[in-house]
């Protein structure tokens, strides 16, 4: 699972990403938008613009030159501003899914872009009809949804429409009668489609394997909603061994989809961790690209797709999950076209000139168009995709629109992920957690204050620049170790990874540099952990900490900023945030720093240490409010009913 927090299981990793460094200009609205103008309306006719809009016309941004081969760029017309507050902040053994047009084409240039015109990368595969015709639940009505067309109207959609959905008598939303698939009975009306499973598999008692839920905010957030109707979660198991026939467990149907130990190679270490994954973190480290990768990753993406196909009930909703699975949407749209799909990218999403780095750029953007409504972690990661698609793909965006040339329109919006605050509150105000938080202070030679550092050891957190900080505070005598000790907890993650291994011996050698200097026999410099703790015991290690110090050089959000605030329930302590951190948009009281900047980031932590208590109150007090009100179920709320209305729970 993913260490970064405590909440999000079931997720990779737990998104903007500014084409500058200053991060109130990630979100510029005009780089994000066409005007009305462009975008022909159902009789043909340019329309008049947008109603209410002012101001003088912007120019589209720049064209980079990426490719020689690359086809010509679609001229962007003049955008107007607008103001959007929402946009800134079954079983089809038969029916088989061609991806060969995926395969093989890393030295080939696509064609010349024709925007009318475009044709999909992947051919339409034959429909089978498996079922007769049951009773079709409407989505926007009966005992499982509510007030989907209320709250369509509220969508922002072309005429009040819901993300995806198809206006009445637009030629552009017009869907042919032959594309309609009819799946078998039983099925779920709402799955979740990830990497992992919301489980893990332990050894009982008696030795024999069993399944545990995962301790995620995601699960949590969505498991009422799974249990009204039915939910199913298709992910893999976690072995490479027989996946298990499908089963329930925790209220919900779970599908094991099966990967080998070459998929995993291929598939998750090699395309999605040391390609996309580097690249979606602004290069920090380099990417690696091979064509052998990608064929997996397209044979794996297939294979999740046929098992939501399988899975999904007539016209549900299914959501999917994170960079692994980014040709899902194109793929599940092409075998099941009456489903509602929503996407969710839970990391960055870099700007043009380093997204169009990857040699299968188009087929990604496609792959995610697939979705109805496509989700990222900040504003300007949505204006990113916005950028992407009409440079590389030459389609027309409007707001937060993107429109396809078959007639679908596509939306692209924030939605910044959060965690089950109450729940880890409770955990928190337990007496034993306040009794081992006294304990972990005691262990370290009671410093006056604690600082503290919780991460997946990976190369995009920040460890060994903030341990080099910390060191050079201590060396230039501007904090003494009696005044301030560091605690940084690194959790294991892709040990097999070079990049990974060469990580842990910097962080490693540092603290030990660091403690040799400065440590004393039960008070060291630094304390380092390299291991994984169960939320309970994280709860204590945040308790324990006077401040937090969150400095990642590239995150979609980093929740551990947030558990961290969730559990100072008596609006103690402080946070250092890195800006290039989706929580930054959402911590303004946070001392924000610039993680590259050493001279910066010490001298934020010397404020931090020293904070008067009454400040550091009156910030905290005001992150938790925001933090209360924006808990897990109001992200996934927020999501489901932009995607298809308010979902009973």
């Known amino acids: 699972m993913a260490a970064d927090t405590v909440a999000d299981a079931a997720s990779s990793e737990p998104v903007t990403e500014p084409t500058s460094a200053d991060p109130a200009t990630d979100a510029t609205v005009s780089d994000a938008t066409v005007s009305d103008a462009s975008v022909p309306d159902p009789g043909g006719q340019p329309s008049a613009g947008l109603a209410g809009s002012a101001g003088p016309a912007v120019a589209g941004p720049a064209s980079v030159d990426i490719d020689p081969a690359e086809p010509p760029l679609v001229p962007l017309p003049a955008s107007e501003p607008f103001d959007d507050p929402a946009f800134e902040d079954a079983a089809f053994e038969d029916a088989t899914f061609e991806h060969d047009a995926f395969r093989g084409q890393m030295n080939t240039s696509p064609a010349p872009v024709d925007v009318p015109h475009l044709e999909t990368t992947i051919p339409a595969p034959s429909v089978v009809d498996l079922a007769p015709a049951e009773a079709v639940t409407d989505l926007s009505s009966g005992p499982r949804f509510s007030g989907a067309k209320e709250a369509a109207s509220k969508a922002g959609g072309p005429a009040g429409t819901k993300a995806g959905s198809k206006v009445p008598g637009d030629p ?105 994954w580097p690249l979606y973190h602004d290069v920090i480290a380099p990417p690696v690209y091979r064509r052998e990768w990608w064929e997996a990753y397209v044979q794996v993406n297939q294979r999740f797709a046929q098992a939501a196909a399988e899975v999904a009930d007539r016209e549900a909703v299914v959501w999917i999950h994170d960079y692994q699975l980014q040709l899902v949407p194109e793929m599940l749209r092409a075998l099941r076209p009456d489903l509602r799909i929503g996407y969710f990218l839970h990391i960055p999403l870099p700007p043009v000139e380093l997204f169009g780095r990857l040699p299968w750029r188009q087929q990604i953007l496609r792959g995610l168009l697939g979705a109805d409504l496509i989700g990222f972690q900040r504003p300007g990661a949505a204006s990113n995709f916005l950028r992407l698609t009409r440079r590389l793909l030459g389609y027309q965006t409007q707001r937060d629109q993107v429109f396809l040339p078959d007639g679908r329109v596509v939306r692209a919006r ?173 911590f303004r009281q946070a001392f924000l720093v610039n993680p590259y900047d050493v001279d910066g980031l010490k001298s934020t932590l010397v404020d931090a240490i020293r904070l008067d208590p009454r400040t550091a109150t009156r910030k905290m007090r005001s992150m938790r409010r925001h933090l209360v009100e924006h808990d897990v179920d109001k992200w996934a709320s927020s999501f489901l009913t932009a995607l298809t209305g308010d979902m009973r729970t």
């Open 172 to 276: 552009r939303t017009a869907r042919s009668p032959s594309r309609t698939a009819k799946p078998r009975r039983g099925r779920s009306s709402f799955v979740v489609v990830a990497n992992r499973l919301p489980v893990d598999r332990v050894e009982g008692a008696d030795g024999t394997p069993q399944w545990r839920r995962s301790p995620g905010g995601l699960v949590t957030a969505l498991d009422p909603v799974m249990r009204v109707n039915k939910g199913a979660w298709i992910g893999w198991a976690g072995s490479t061994d027989e996946a298990p026939e499908p089963f329930d467990e925790a209220g919900m149907h779970l599908v094991s989809v099966p990967l080998s130990a070459t998929e995993v190679e291929n598939y998750y270490e090699g395309f999605s961790n040391a390609t996309l």
């Open 414 to 586: 924030s939605f910044p992920i959060s965690i089950d605050v109450a729940e880890l509150e409770e955990i928190a105000r337990r007496p034993e957690t306040h009794r081992r938080a006294e304990e972990i202070r005691e262990e370290i030679g009671s410093p006056a204050k604690v600082l503290l550092g919780i991460d997946r050891l990976d190369y995009t957190k920040g460890i060994a620049e903030r341990i080099h900080a910390f060191a050079e505070l201590l060396n230039d005598g501007v904090v003494s170790p009696d005044e301030a000790t560091f605690i940084q907890v690194a959790t294991p993650s892709r040990e097999r990874v070079e990049q990974y291994k060469l990580l842990r011996d910097e962080v490693e050698l540092a603290v030990g540099r660091v403690n040799g200097t400065h440590g004393r026999i039960g008070r060291p410099a630094v304390t380092y952990l390299h291991s994984s703790h169960d939320r309970v015991e994280l709860a204590a290690l945040y308790r324990a900490a006077d401040v937090m110090v969150v400095t990642p050089l590239r995150d979609g959000m980093n929740l551990v900023a947030k558990e961290y605030v969730a559990c100072r329930y008596d609006n103690t302590g402080t946070l250092v945030l890195s800006e290039f951190a989706g929580a930054a948009d959402e």
